[in-house]
């Protein structure tokens, strides 16, 4: 019998058909994922199966019994676990506490247990805690036990949320987008790890992923879908050629780098790079910077710059320093030592507000939208420090051009935003400003193929057209190199390694640590 | 690992090494508390050698010493000094009932505001729930209930005999619990600053309700509130032995009124300890970490399997409790109970306390209690009688020639209370908006893994990837 049988399952929200009479069977033990264009329905399809939302239509049988209409919390108890699009950790509570909460499900101890600390109440505790600490083990996370959940990097997070999701010994595990943010090295370790929960534990997994080369890498049986809608199902090779999936979804390029493996590694480099505009005047420069979280040394004096019309990539490991080096730039965190110019301005101590009126353009990592405010809302905000109003509306126009679907979502929440379209939302916020220098912090994360395609030619466009100079992170180190003028190579906190993107690319030692070999 | 620590911070460690060599803690907390003991013996009237004898509290809880000595000292300082220092003022056992009163409050909205995140602005209404319930059976209003206030027949006797104080002591716990699980059925669905209003309007229609249930039966006496209530009697031979104990040390007689404030504060004591014992035993257990969890990320945490609404009323019933019992001693201590003393002021006032101390933090909200309590009663009411007694003086203010007495008696500190809470608010949300003994998560993971030496751990291969993203 199917661990999970879902069946013409529907969910609207006001006109919108977000899901639209889903079917899905997923087998005992195997690796199901689901695929998708950004805005698909797939989170949303969690969330009905999670018990977050109600569908409107269908019916969801777990092992025998009704899913529909149950409390999430009453369903987390047929073993289902899951993590989150946008990492859901808890901020303020310790590494192991997550776990531990995770374990929620698995513990028995009740309120005149804990008052009293029974033996019972004890070894239990002794018992989570230790299985706490393999799990921790089990997932690269051992000596950072007690930090706070928020002070690790991204990277860190997901392997995180993933060992919470484990805590509770699920039978069924749902992951969204589990190696967004992940570097190549890591998401090949992902993927590992994932077929290891699978053989090992016996874990059924139902997986939503926009890395092509985990999907295809593990599934059993991929689904697609479309406007809330069934497009394709079957084995991963049926999918990789079905025309209508490339069209939606994976778009000629990555449809093509996946059935000829050997093109990936060497796609041509699509742009000829004419020297930038007036190559030598510089635009930003960063001269020893130092910067702190607390008492954690994060950024050991780095110091590098953009000029004027550079597309500029930094690439590393997770916790390299990258994000932390362009919310310094950026104002949010304070460097302690060194200095920042743009245009011989310097700007080390400016509010960021003012920063940003210098013409420090910051699209975080993470998005950070504003979940309450809608989308006409949110760039209103980003557009808050222009008062030439004509020139917000040709702004407005112009992100609106490159992102027509954020123009369809005008008024709804940012919050309600599927993942992708946050992203989008968070790179037009970015753009209304009409900065000078744009500080892109992993602009492809959670897009699909198709898009990441895109927002690469956004940027060379902004970048030769409009003369915006570019700063960018990318877990995508392959596609940044191939875009990028320069690059730096960031590594603990220290830059190890600068130089022409093109032979950064050829260095032996990137190419194995960051491009997948 | 680079860990650097700030200029500021390594100061303020060098210091911390200097006072915690060897023996020294021992002696320095010794000593200070036993000048602090002397000045406040010799000087009973002088509010400055009260606060440097307080102070020693602070000074015993920072210093590192052996858990057991912490201990002993601070049960020879609450057991033996302030008895003494006490009843020889008994306005400081007074402001020291109080804090402990306040603490317990404290720490009970703590449980809901700090750990379940759930903003309850009406939280006094639980105190006066306790405070009512053995207002109404330890008084006489049970024969009362047809009669207009401020009619009692004289002779009146009382409904029920006044030990039974400790079992209502007990069910202060209980109804007001309840009371706390039934508002907080219909009202934990809705979130943030919903609740907060709702639960202002709560406290509110509990005060009402005591200003009005006068009529048409005369449960609460209406404004003028319940008097007299009873209060547990003290045994006549432990009094005496008492008596022969205390008379010399105090160095005089001691008074039965006096001795009530000895109890009601050993009282309180005791409620506080348990108070301590059970939002610690609840904070580091499978209840604490989800409440948490929910006040973190509510979605998050019913996808664990956190049954939302049922763990919110457990917190909203915990706090409740500890306010219940401190109403029903309350209501013993002052024989008196009456609507005013349940204003929104004093949710407020609470409140204050809490984050003032650090929000989630068990000694950062008992030092938020202390301060709240002193800076109102002693620090604002010094203030006063001082200005009054410059009002009477002669006294010119030298450059713009202003004399006291011309200084409206509108300006009297003591009803500043308000803009006193409204102050430390503001520069705690700027200043230190973790309060001032700032919350701690528990460092576990050393200790699990030590005991977990023998089982293989099988770090993958980004282990030390991670241990890189931490420095
Ligand atoms: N609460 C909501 N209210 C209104 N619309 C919503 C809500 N939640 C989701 N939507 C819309 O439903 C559609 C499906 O969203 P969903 O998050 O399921 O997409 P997705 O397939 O996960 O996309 P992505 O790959 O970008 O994460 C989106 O267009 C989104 O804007
Ligand atoms: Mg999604």
Redesign the interface.
Same mark, same amino acid.
């Given at each position: 019998m199917a661990l999970l049988e879902a069946r013409g399952v529907t969910k609207r929200f006001g006109g919108l058909l977000a899901v639209n009479k889903l079917d899905l069977t997923v087998e005992a033990g195997a690796i199901v994922s689901i695929i998708g264009p950004n805005g698909a329905g797939k989170t949303t399809f969690f969330n009905t199966l999670t018990g977050l939302y109600r569908p409107d239509e269908g019916h969801i049988v777990c092992q025998g019994h009704s899913l529909v209409g149950l409390r999430p919390d009453q369903i987390a108890k047929f073993s289902i676990a899951r993590t989150f699009q946008n990492i859901r950790l808890f901020a303020n509570m310790t590494v192991m506490e997550n776990i531990l909460v995770g374990m929620h499900t698995r513990l028995f101890q009740d309120m005149p247990n804990v008052l009293l600390r029974s033996r019972k109440f004890k070894l239990e505790e002794e018992q989570a805690h230790a299985r706490a600490a393999e799990l921790m083990a089990f997932m690269g996370l051992t000596g950072v036990g007690d930090e706070l959940a928020s002070s690790l990097p991204y990277g860190v997070q997901r392997r995180l949320e993933i060992a919470r999701s484990l805590a509770a010994d699920p039978k069924l595990l749902l992951l969204d987008e589990p190696t967004a943010g992940m570097n190549p090295q890591e998401s090949c370790e992902a993927m590992i790890l994932f077929q290891k929960l699978r053989d090992q534990l016996g874990i059924t997994i139902l997986l939503i992923e926009h890395d092509m080369k985990v999907v295809m890498g593990i599934s059993d049986r991929i689904t697609v879908i479309d406007y809330g809608e069934k497009i394709a199902e079957g084995a991963p090779h049926e999918i990789q050629s079905n025309t209508r999936v490339i069209e939606a979804y994976l778009g000629s390029g990555a449809a093509a780098a996946l059935t000829n493996k050997e093109s990936e590694a060497r796609r041509p480099i699509q742009l000829e790079k004419s020297p930038a505009p007036d190559a030598g005047a510089t635009l930003l420069s960063i001269e020893n910077i130092d910067s702190y979280y607390g008492h954690i040394h994060a950024l050991k004096g780095i110091s590098l710059e953009v000029k004027a019309g550079e597309i500029v990539t930094l690439i590393g490991a997770n916790g390299a320093g990258k994000s932390t080096t362009l919310r310094t730039i950026s104002g949010l965190v304070r460097a302690r030592q060194g200095k920042i110019l743009l245009r011989g301005q310097n700007i080390t101590k400016l509010p960021p507000h003012d920063i940003v009126k210098a013409g420090v353009g910051h699209v975080p990592e993470g998005r950070g939208i504003f979940p309450r405010l809608t989308v006409r809302e949110n760039l209103g905000v980003g557009a808050f420090i222009i008062n030439d109003q004509p020139l917000v509306q040709r702004r407005m126009e112009y992100v609106f051009h490159l992102f027509p679907l954020l123009k369809e979502r005008l008024d709804q929440k940012g919050g309600t935003l599927s993942g992708g379209e946050q992203q989008m939302l968070a790179i037009a916020r970015g753009l209304i400003l009409n900065p000078k220098i744009l500080l892109l912090d992993e602009p492809s994360m959670g897009l699909a193929p198709v898009l990441v395609d895109l927002i690469f030619q956004i940027i060379e466009k902004l970048n030769k057209e409009d003369g915006i100079a570019i700063l960018l992170v990318e877990q995508n180190a392959h596609m940044a190199l191939q875009y990028a003028h320069r690059a730096y190579v960031l590594s603990t906190g220290q830059i190890v390694l600068q130089g022409d993107a093109r032979e950064i690319a050829q260095n032996p030692q990137v190419k194995s640590a960051y491009l997948g070999g | 690992m680079?860990?650097?620590?700030?200029g500021k911070?390594s100061a303020s460690s060098i210091v911390n090494n200097f006072l915690n060599q060897g023996k020294r803690p021992y002696f320095l907390a010794s000593v200070y508390l036993a000048l602090g003991t002397l000045l406040v013996y010799f000087n009973p009237l002088n509010m400055a050698s009260f606060f440097f004898l307080l102070s020693s509290a602070f000074v015993i809880y920072k210093l590192q010493m052996h858990g057991g000595f912490k201990l002993a000292i601070t049960a020879v300082a609450l057991l033996i000094i302030v008895p003494i220092i006490g009843i020889r003022n008994i306005f400081y056992l007074e402001v020291i009932f109080q804090i402990s009163v306040f603490a317990a409050l404290a720490l009970g909205l703590n449980v809901v505001v700090g750990f379940a995140g759930l903003l309850d602005l009406g939280y006094v209404a639980f105190y006066a729930v306790g405070a009512y319930l053995w207002a109404f059976f330890g008084s006489q209003q049970m024969f009362l209930l047809a009669e207009i206030p401020g009619t009692a027949p004289s002779g009146t006797p009382f409904f029920l005999p006044a030990d039974m104080f400790y079992l209502f002591a007990f069910l202060g716990i209980v109804v007001a619990a309840l009371t706390g699980i039934l508002l907080g059925l219909p009202v934990l669905r809705l979130r943030g600053d919903y609740l907060a209003v709702v639960t202002l309007g709560f406290g509110e229609v509990i005060r009402v309700l005591a200003n009005n249930l006068d009529k048409p039966l005369n449960i609460t006496n209406g404004p003028q509130g319940i008097t007299p209530i009873q209060r547990p009697t003290l045994p006549e031979g432990l009094l005496n032995s008492l008596r022969v104990l205390m008379d010399p040390l105090v160095g005089r007689d001691v008074s039965q009124g006096e001795f009530y404030n000895l109890f009601f504060y050993l009282l309180a004591l005791l409620v506080i300890i348990f108070v301590i014992i059970?939002v610690r035993?609840?904070d580091d257990?499978?209840?604490g970490?989800?409440l +948490?969890?929910i006040r973190?990320?509510e979605?998050?945490?019913?996808?664990?399997?956190?049954?939302?609404t049922r763990m919110k009323l457990?917190a909203f019933a915990v706090g409740a409790s500890f306010a219940g019992i401190m109403g029903v001693m309350f209501a013993a201590n002052r024989t008196f109970v009456s609507p005013e003393s349940f204003s929104f002021m004093q949710s407020i006032g609470v409140l204050t306390m809490v984050i003032l101390g650090g929000i989630g933090s068990i000694p950062g909200v008992i030092l938020g209690a202390a301060v709240v309590i002193i800076l109102n009663l002693q620090v604002l009411q010094g203030l006063s009688l001082y200005l009054s007694q410059l009002r009477q003086s002669e006294a010119v203010i030298p450059i713009i020639d202003f004399a006291w007495k011309n200084l409206s008696t509108q300006l009297d500190p003591a009803k500043y209370q308000r803009m006193l809470f409204g102050i430390i608010l503001i520069l705690m949300m700027i200043y230190r908006p973790a309060g001032l003994i700032p919350a701690a998560?528990?460092?576990?993971?050393?200790s699990?893994?030590s005991?977990?030496k023998k089982?293989p751990? +099988?770090?993958?291969? +980004?282990?030390a990837?991670?241990?890189?993203?931490?420095?």
């Open positions: - | 680079a860990a650097i620590k700030s911070a059970v035993r609840l257990s499978k209840i970490r989800a +948490t969890a973190e990320d979605t998050a945490a019913v996808s664990m399997g956190i049954p939302l457990t998560r528990r460092k576990r993971e050393l699990t893994r005991k977990d089982k751990i +099988t770090p993958s291969s +980004t282990a990837e991670a241990d890189h993203g931490a420095a």
